[in-house]
């Protein structure tokens, strides 16, 4: 089964989330921990 792929250019969070990816770990858990903050806080309003 093949799935769907997003053509065009790459999306800035996509991007964003690929430097995140090249952290130390570290700093990937305390960004991790503010996007689901603000995710949760998004959701609650």
Same mark, same amino acid.
């Given at each position: ?6 053509? &065009? ?9 690929? !430097?995140? &990816? ?5 700093? !990937?858990k ?11 806080q !998004? !959701?609650?309003?």
């Open positions: 089964m093949k799935t769907a792929t997003k053509r &065009g250019p790459t999306s800035l969070l996509h991007k964003q989330i690929e !430097q995140v &990816g090249l952290m130390p770990r570290a700093k !990937q305390f960004i991790s921990e503010m996007l689901e903050a603000l995710i949760k !998004q !959701q609650s309003a």
